[in-house]
C-alpha cells in the first residue's frame, strides 16, 4: 500500500511560477502523469511521488531548484552542493548553522536563517523582498526540506517543538499533518520551526558517499513523513491497512488489538490532534486513490475493497473526499 496522498493545492501552488513565466500547465502535468483537471478540484488528491515527479520536471524546464518562485532562480545542483558541504559536519547543529550561512551568500528574495537560544534552535523563513511566493509554497517547502534533511542527516525522526506561521490559517492547513506535525500557530511575528536542544546535539551520521542515494530519491523523500512508530495515528493506519478490505476493524477492535482500553486511546488520538474515524477515512480514501489509478479493479469491487457495501454510498464518500466520483477520477488518471 502506498503512503498517504497530498492535497491537490501543492500541485496547483508548485506550478504556478512555470505558469507565470509561459509554460503550457497541461504539458507539465501530463508529463508527470497529472490529470489537468487538478488545477480546478480543491479536493484532488495525488501521490507524493506523482508530485515529485512533476518538481522535478519543473526544475528542468525552469533551471530553477525554487520553480520560479523567487525573484532569482536556484540553479541545479545548488542543494547538492550544500549537502556536500554539512555532511562532514560533527553535529546537527553545525550542519544547521554552516548550510544557512551557505544559503546566505546568494542573494535571493526568500531566505532560511538558523538562530540559536537557550531551548534549542530555530530555522527561520525571511521573505527580504515581494517575489512570487504568494501561496507560501516555497516558504512551506523550504522548512520542510530542512527538516527532513536534518532527519536523514542524523537518521533520527526529528520531532517539530512547533512550527510558527506569520500569515493567517490557510485553505490547506489541515495538510500540515503531513508537513508540520505536531502544534502549529498563525498570524504570529514570524515563520519558524524549532528544534529542541536535544537534537541539535546529534551526531552526524551521513557520508558523502550516502549523497547518491538522497539526490536520486529527492524530492520524494522529502514530502512524506519521516516513520514514527510510535505515532498511534500510524499504528492505527498500519492495523487498518492490513486488515480485511471489507471488513475494517472497529475502534474497540482496534483498542484491543493495541493492548489498551479505548479511554486511552480516545485521548491518545486527541493528543496527536485526530480521531478514529478521521484516519479511517483517510486510509479508504488513500487506497480508493490507490485501486483507481491501478486500474486493475471494477469501480464497484473497489468499493468492496475499501469497506461500503453500498456502491452509491462509495460514490458519495469519494466525491466529498476528492470533489469528484471515482469514475471521472479514474478517466483523469488514464494514458491519453
Given at each position: 500500500m502506498k503512503t498517504s496522498t497530498i492535497a491537490s493545492h501543492y500541485v496547483r501552488a508548485a506550478i504556478a511560477g512555470a505558469v507565470a513565466q509561459g509554460h503550457d500547465a497541461n504539458t507539465l502535468l501530463a508529463k508527470a502523469g497529472i490529470g489537468?483537471?487538478?488545477?480546478d478540484e480543491p479536493k484532488a488528491r495525488v501521490y507524493p511521488d506523482k508530485l515529485a515527479k512533476l518538481l522535478r520536471i519543473l526544475v528542468t524546464e525552469l533551471k530553477d531548484e525554487c520553480l520560479g518562485h523567487d525573484d532569482k532562480p536556484s540553479l541545479p545542483g545548488t542543494f547538492e552542493i550544500l549537502c556536500q558541504l554539512i555532511v562532514p559536519c560533527a553535529t546537527l547543529r553545525e550542519a544547521l548553522t554552516l548550510g544557512t550561512r551557505y544559503y546566505g551568500?546568494?542573494?535571493?528574495?526568500?531566505?532560511?536563517?538558523?538562530?540559536?537560544?537557550?531551548?534549542?534552535?530555530e530555522l527561520v523563513m525571511n521573505e527580504r523582498r515581494p517575489c512570487l511566493n504568494k501561496q507560501h509554497y516555497i516558504t512551506e517547502f523550504q522548512l520542510v526540506l530542512w527538516h527532513r534533511l536534518c532527519c536523514w542527516?542524523?537518521?533520527?525522526?526529528?520531532?517539530?517543538?512547533?512550527?510558527?506561521?506569520?500569515?493567517?490559517?490557510?485553505?490547506?492547513?489541515?495538510?500540515f499533518r503531513l508537513f508540520f506535525y505536531g502544534d502549529n500557530q498563525f498570524n504570529m511575528p514570524k515563520t519558524l520551526i524549532r528544534i529542541e536542544k536535544q537534537y541539535l546535539d546529534l551526531p552526524i551520521i551521513r557520508t558523502r558517499s550516502d549523497l547518491p542515494e538522497l539526490m536520486k530519491e529527492a524530492p520524494y523523500v522529502f514530502l512524506v513523513k519521516p516513520n514514527n512508530t510510535a505515532?498511534?495515528?500510524?499504528?492505527?493506519?498500519?492495523?487498518?491497512?492490513?486488515?480485511?478490505?471489507?471488513?475494517?476493524?472497529?475502534?474497540?477492535?482496534?483498542?484491543?488489538?493495541?493492548?489498551?482500553?479505548?479511554?486511552?486511546?480516545?485521548?491518545?488520538l486527541k493528543e496527536e490532534h485526530t480521531s478514529f474515524q478521521a484516519i479511517k477515512d483517510q486510509v479508504r480514501r488513500d487506497m480508493a486513490i490507490y485501486h483507481l489509478s491501478e486500474n486493475k479493479y471494477s469501480i464497484n469491487e473497489i468499493a468492496l475493497k475499501v469497506g461500503f457495501t453500498e456502491p452509491s454510498t462509495f460514490h458519495r464518500a469519494?466525491?466529498?473526499?476528492?470533489?469528484?466520483?471515482?469514475?471521472?477520477?479514474?478517466?483523469?488518471?488514464?494514458?491519453?
Open positions: 489537468i483537471e487538478i488545477m551568500q546568494f542573494d535571493m528574495a526568500l531566505h532560511t536563517q538558523f538562530h540559536l537560544n537557550e531551548d534549542g534552535g542527516l542524523t537518521g533520527k525522526r526529528i520531532p517539530i517543538k512547533m512550527a510558527e506561521f506569520a500569515y493567517p490559517r490557510p485553505k490547506h492547513a489541515d495538510e505515532s498511534i495515528n500510524a499504528q492505527i493506519r498500519r492495523i487498518l491497512e492490513i486488515s480485511s478490505e471489507s471488513e475494517m476493524p472497529d475502534f474497540e477492535s482496534v483498542a484491543y488489538q493495541l493492548n489498551t482500553s479505548t479511554q486511552t486511546l480516545r485521548r491518545r469519494f466525491k466529498k473526499w476528492t470533489g469528484v466520483t471515482p469514475g471521472d477520477y479514474r478517466l483523469a488518471e488514464s494514458p491519453v
